[in-house]
């Protein structure tokens, strides 16, 4: 006999007594709506306590995001059957394990990872930031970086680029898709307070440019997600090598507008373009 699969949350038994099948009759934005709230109303009585309980404010996204996460992949195919009658939800949305999408998932990894490099690089012959000498531990941040960013991508890309852009697909042409798709991606990263909004603004703009890379990647690759989701993990991976191993130090010749906001380069006008030239890139790959 096989090993019995993974224990269902008791939350998640009683969530799938109700039928849901009523909201395929509705419009996307409905549906959408309802899928949230079947997700919320599992994480919030276990996140609740997370948030009381633990003052680190690092460990505490950790926690609350990664159990939303699981919870995310656990509910997508159940809603795919019941509300869709789709029984392949995730194959369906591009999420397929064959030698194309992971050579894709490759390639993307290669297209990110070098996009953020250069970027480094260019900076760093301009004399915006000056490079650090690498410590014995930069192995470990390049191994550890791996799980954070492939984990990070594939999360987000199955998310807006998955199921949000199936939800919409459905009812909406393709140009409407693309654009809400885009705008909806960068919106959900900026629920802060109007003076944080402002003053991370450029991030904004990077955060768009990030999404219509990735959508226009997934409808290169004939709707598979493993271009995306490698493009946005090698992004990701570069960044974290590089700022969590302490390997550069701006050195303040241009404004934070011009190399990135919180360090972040993606938030500036040199990664704006960077990025600017990628969509493009991708979109000429259509």
């Keep these: 006999m096989g090993q019995p699969g993974p224990a269902v949350p008791q939350d998640w038994l009683v969530c799938m007594k109700f039928d849901i099948s009523w909201l395929a009759q509705y419009p996307a934005p409905v549906r959408i709506i309802g899928f949230l709230v079947c997700l919320a109303i599992v994480w919030l009585p ?20 990664g159990l939303l996460a699981i919870e995310f992949f656990i509910f997508l195919p159940y809603w795919g059957k019941v509300v ?21 998932l490759l390639r993307g990894l290669a297209i990110g990872l070098i996009s953020i490099e250069l970027l480094f690089i260019v900076q760093g012959l301009f004399g915006w930031l ?11 941040f390049i191994i550890e ?10 999360a987000e890309e199955l998310f807006f680029r998955g199921f949000l852009y199936d939800e919409l697909e459905r009812d909406y042409k393709p140009n409407a ?11 959900s990263h900026f629920i802060k307070p109007i003076p944080e909004i402002i003053r991370t603004s450029p991030q904004f703009f990077g955060l768009l440019l990030l999404a219509l ?8 690759c004939n709707g598979r997600l493993g271009l995306p989701i490698g493009i946005h993990a090698g992004l990701i991976w570069g960044w974290y090598v590089v700022n969590v191993g ?14 990135g906001v919180n360090d972040n380069p993606l938030a500036g006008i040199i990664g704006l373009t960077f990025l600017s030239v990628l969509a493009l890139r991708m979109r000429q790959r259509l």
């Excluded at 000056?130 to 470990?140: C, D, I, K, P």
């Excluded at 970086?145 to 990070?152: K, L, M, V, Y």
């Excluded at 390997?247 to 303040?252: M, P």
Aim: a positive charge; hydrophobic letters at 50%.
């Design 130 to 140: 000056e490079w650090r000498q690498a410590n014995s531990g930069v192995l470990r």
């Design 84 to 104: 869709h009658h789709q029984p392949r939800i995730y194959k369906h949305v591009g999420l397929e394990f064959s030698k194309k999408n992971s050579f894709e």
């Design 246 to 259: 302490q390997l550069i130090k701006y050195t303040g010749a241009v404004p934070v507008w011009v190399t």
């Design 213 to 220: 890379i990735c959508i226009w990647a997934k409808r290169s």
């Design 145 to 154: 970086a791996i799980p954070t960013a492939i984990g990070t991508a594939l």
């Design 46 to 65: 276990v996140a609740a306590p997370i948030y009381l309980l633990i003052r680190d404010a690092n460990l505490v996204t950790i926690l609350t995001m």
């Design 177 to 187: 898709v693309l654009w809400a798709v885009a705008i909806i991606f960068p919106v």
